[in-house]
């Protein structure tokens, strides 16, 4: 089975400054990451995600993720953030072979203070 | 851009009643998923459906609930009999063959 681990429950952070989001997983086999953002009263929308290749990958609005597999983690960052990237923030694993469902960590909310 | 379409919203219902949650994916797709987040918990995996058939479902997904898709473009959640417990937001989500679920608005289900 695959798990998830959000450490950060809530980040706030100052507009315009960095920020990173982490996520570490857990699986005895290989396994693709997400990065999903749920807006206030709304869905959850992809925001990146790594199947194979390059270990950095970008996203839509600025976001960038990096694989590391040596340490099991998926952080998500961004240089630069923004009063729109107020939200939560949900990381996702789901094994690369046969099995169907997304496994979700709890979740970071992220509010952007001006 | 195609998208996954959820209805109702909003689903109030008595403890005891039969609730429908419909869901329309995307129309390529050929893999469906019932996803719910309990309010303050994680979005947990209900149950998978390909080829007209249950691909795999979790233990939260027992007798009480069921899935269908009843023509080429609806995805139902039927659950039987609500309970308090499955007061939630229930997500829908479908995916083509690559490995990119997308998801729907959700409907938030307030049993009484």
């Known amino acids: 089975a695959q798990s998830v681990t959000q450490l950060d429950s809530q980040v706030p952070v100052f507009e315009e400054a960095p920020v990173e989001l982490r996520c570490n997983y857990s699986s005895s086999v290989s396994v693709y990451l997400f990065w999903y953002v749920q807006y206030p009263n709304q869905g959850l929308q992809l925001l990146l995600k790594y199947l194979s290749g390059s270990t950095l990958v970008k996203g839509i609005n600025g976001f960038e993720a990096e694989f590391n597999k040596s340490q099991t983690s998926f952080h998500l960052r961004k240089p630069s953030v923004h009063i729109s990237d107020t939200a939560e923030y949900f990381c996702?694993?789901?094994?690369?072979?046969?099995?169907?469902?997304?496994?979700f960590g709890t979740g970071t909310r992220l509010t952007i203070i001006p | 851009e195609p998208e996954v379409t959820q209805t109702p919203s909003h689903q109030v219902t008595q403890m005891g009643q039969e609730v429908i949650l419909r869901c329309v994916p995307i129309s390529n797709h050929l893999y469906f998923y019932w996803y719910r987040q309990i309010l303050g918990q994680k979005v947990e995996f209900l149950v998978s459906?390909?080829?007209?058939?249950?691909?795999?479902k979790s233990e939260i997904f027992d007798d009480q609930f069921s899935v269908e898709r009843p023509d080429g473009s609806n995805f139902t959640l039927k659950i039987r009999s609500t309970k308090l417990e499955d007061s939630a937001m229930y997500f829908c989500?479908?995916?083509?063959?690559?490995?990119?679920?997308?998801f729907g608005p959700g409907t938030r289900l307030t049993v009484l």
């Open positions: 459906f390909y080829n007209n058939e249950i691909s795999e």
């Open positions: 996702a694993v789901i094994r690369n072979f046969g099995n169907e469902k997304l496994t």
């Open positions: 989500a479908s995916r083509d063959r690559v490995d990119t679920q997308y």
